[in-house]
């Protein structure tokens, strides 16, 4: 089933679906579909393998309309197939892992607010998401949803629901540290009171639903920190460990990632391994991360000017790409220039133009990768523009004048980007 045909084509790839732990979902049969991939590879060897992960996004089929339009983008540009050569046998493969499942991430999509749903779904929904069973998680989310419908127009947070927040932030083992941690830990403290407070001060442009404003704000924050925390886990452990199977299995074969939103912590995930300290058996030929919810800091050499290094810089340092790093960032992009920063540092750094001194807390989706020597900044083209990627670079494209939301990235033009990575 997993086999998905693209829509308009002759083509199809293989969805493989992973759970909150990153280990993969058994098949009706009770196989692994990872079997049925290597074993079918194996028997047909592709020239090139295709890895793609997507963002805040739940379900199946939701994560299968993401590939659906970004493969298909891909297939219309025949010149580009073309110039892969004529022996090119692409093996593509999407991978699914539970994001926020009420999470919101279709075409119009400007930022990362959850579908509108009535208050006790909301709740309930939490207490899935955030800790499924957990008897204490949901008896705390009860407490604090029965605040926000006793009290929704507070203008200050009550220090007794601040101590549950608090709480609830102790049972989910809410980490912060400096911004070379890794990407579950590169943001502040958790402080609910900070987080009501600026949310209400970002008011209508924050654009959160009801139940992600007010008394409710600090859930953003938590929801933030276990996605990113999701991702890295996801990534670092089966994924990783299905990508290195197929290389051993595929010793000609080119592989290339592309990761979009917090799918770029995924596909960075898989370059390193558990802990970023393993490697795969080789290198892989191309990594795009396109409009990355992720640290601009996250690759640096140096971080602020200062010694320290970002927690995937040791991907840069080996290296565990042969051929180039490619970004995308757009002025559009209002969930990832100012909802990531807002949930991550609390602060509602939105500037488009690279300033001269960069901010703490912003994505590669609003600066690109930041803090190393290796990278330049460059527009993105049409889809006819000759990159001229080298290997071994970082280049950082500002598509603004094609990315016009955190979700509209399934154009030619994001889609001859990847082509050119690839053909490096």
């Not at 002759?10 to 049969?29: I, N």
């Not at 290339?256 to 802990?275: D, E, N, R, T, Y």
Request: net charge negative; hydrophobic share 40%.
């Amino acid at each position: 089933m997993p086999l998905c045909s693209i829509p308009g084509t002759t083509s199809s790839y293989w969805l493989v679906s992973f759970d909150k732990a990153g280990v993969e979902r058994r098949e009706d049969d009770d196989t692994l579909l990872t079997d049925s991939i290597l074993a079918q590879a194996s028997a047909q060897p592709p020239t090139h393998v295709f890895f793609f992960s997507h963002g805040w996004k739940g379900d199946f089929k939701a994560a299968r309309d993401q590939y659906d339009r970004w493969i298909g983008a891909m297939l219309a540009l025949q010149p580009d197939i073309v110039r892969m050569g004529p022996n090119f046998r692409p093996l593509f493969i999407g991978l699914h892992w539970p994001s926020l499942p009420f999470g919101q991430e279709n075409f119009e999509a400007a930022n990362f607010a959850a579908d509108a749903v009535p208050l006790d779904q909301a709740r309930d929904r939490y207490a899935t998401f955030l800790d499924e069973g957990n008897p204490e998680v949901q008896s705390l989310l009860a407490a604090i949803f029965s605040e926000q419908r006793d009290n929704a127009g507070a203008v200050r947070m009550p220090p007794a629901l601040a101590e549950l927040y608090n709480r609830l932030a102790g049972v989910l083992q809410y980490r912060s540290a400096d911004l070379d941690a890794p990407p579950d830990e590169d943001g502040v403290k958790f402080d609910p009171q900070a987080a009501f407070e600026v949310t209400e001060e970002a008011g209508v442009n924050y654009g959160a639903n009801d139940f992600e404003t007010g008394l409710l704000s600090p859930l953003r924050q938590l929801s933030f920190w276990i996605m990113k925390k999701r991702a890295r886990s996801v990534g670092e452990s089966s994924m990783h460990d299905f990508v290195a199977r197929l290389q051993n299995a595929l010793p000609a074969a080119r592989f290339h990632l592309m990761g979009h939103s917090f799918g770029c912590i995924v596909v960075s995930g898989i370059l390193g391994g558990a802990g970023g300290a393993g490697t795969l058996p080789r290198q892989v030929d191309s990594l795009v991360l396109v409009q990355g919810a992720v640290s601009l800091w996250a690759y640096a050499d140096k971080i602020l000017l200062l010694p320290k290094r970002g927690y995937f810089n040791r991907t840069i340092r080996r290296p565990a790409v042969r051929g180039p790093i490619v970004t995308t960032r757009s002025t559009h992009d209002a969930a990832v220039g100012f909802a990531y920063p807002l949930a991550v540092g609390l602060a509602g750094q939105i500037s488009f133009d690279i300033p001269r001194i960069l901010p703490p807390f912003g994505g590669i989706g609003t600066f690109g990768i930041q803090g190393t020597n290796n990278a330049q900044d460059r527009p993105m083209g049409s889809s006819d523009t000759e990159y001229a990627f080298q290997p071994g670079t970082i280049v950082n494209l500002n598509g603004s004048n094609f990315i016009h939301g955190h979700c509209d990235i399934a154009g030619s033009e994001v889609a001859h980007a990847m082509w050119q990575a690839a053909l490096v």
